[in-house]
């Protein structure tokens, strides 16, 4: 009968395998720890990390994407959710923020130390979470599941479950050993607070249509990798400089900045359309070569992220014409 329990579990568990959420629970973590080297690929795949890494990864990029759909926020919402994310990961969860033995393994050590925090390295790390691990990975899932775009990925209890997991996180893994002090830590869950509340505020501006040119601009994806590789390259060099750390900090902020301007200026397409994806590919594309590079001086497991990395980005690109052309909207 079609009304058993069995009937009704197995068609439940293979609209799961086909859905959006599935997606995001397995790219995210990818996305966020696999390219970035973080997790080898091979570590990520043992259960129990990989079930911490969906709760924590998966979970987040889920509850952005879903409060962006919901709330109307726009993919400028989007973005500020993933600011929010990456201050909740990296400062409540991970807590590099505040992790001196984190600030010497990265070679940046106590440069921009300011209130118990590595400034420059929360602001590299939040800029990595906000494109990598939370817009990237739901445009991708977008993409792969064109036909979920419009309409929610999960239902209202599941979406409280998905905050609820995401809120036990720093109890599953919290650094409780290198907790700064308690107004720092109020500080930064103060911050995640305003940045969400700023989220709703700009992602609900009213966004004006430009005037649209259907030909995708094909050299976005060269200009994304340059602005990537330049902030990295600053990022990991500025802390050896005399340079005060405010004008250090900014100067690593520079690529992605302008990385910004130009595209929303100049793109012909919405981030969910051709020139969308060429963004996407020219950002991986850096973490394949990055990848390849940390493998070759002795991380070989990093060459298979490298690999499956560059297969993902090729079958991508490939995909682009086929993906619906949008005109570019204003933020």
Known sequence: MTDSPEFQVGSWF?????????????????????????????????????????????????????????????????????????????ALVDRFWFFPKFW?????????????????????????????????????????????????????????????????TPVIYGEFDQRPPTPVLVAAAGLVILVVVAAFAVGRWPRTTRCAERQPRRWLGTLAFS???????????VAETNIPWPAGVAISLAPVALGVVLVSQLAATGPYGGDGVRVIVGLLAFFVLLDLLVGFLGRYDMI????????????????HDSIGVEPAQAA
């Open 14 to 90: 293979r609209q799961f395998i086909r859905s959006p959420v599935l997606l995001i629970l397995l790219i995210a973590p990818y996305f966020g720890e696999g390219l970035s080297g973080s997790s080898p690929p091979l570590t990520l795949l043992l259960p129990w990390n990989l079930a911490y890494m969906a709760a924590l990864y998966g979970c987040g990029a889920l509850l952005c994407r879903e409060i962006t759909h919901r709330f109307n926020l726009g993919f400028t919402g989007l973005v500020m959710l993933g600011v929010a994310y990456g201050v909740w990961e990296e």
């Open 104 to 168: 010497e393994d990265s070679d940046i050590g106590t440069y921009s130390v300011f209130w118990h925090t590595n400034v420059l390295l929360a602001t590299h790390l939040t800029v990595f979470h906000t494109v990598i691990s939370i817009s990237a990975s739901v445009l991708v899932v977008e993409w792969l599941r064109p036909r979920s775009r419009h309409v929610a990925w999960t239902s209202r209890r599941g979406l409280i479950v998905a905050a609820v997991v995401l809120a036990l």
């Open 304 to 319: 298979l992220s490298a690999l499956i990395t560059a297969y993902f980005v090729r079958r991508l690109y490939a995909r």
């Open 227 to 237: 602005c990537v590789l330049a902030h990295w390259i600053l990022t990991y060099s």
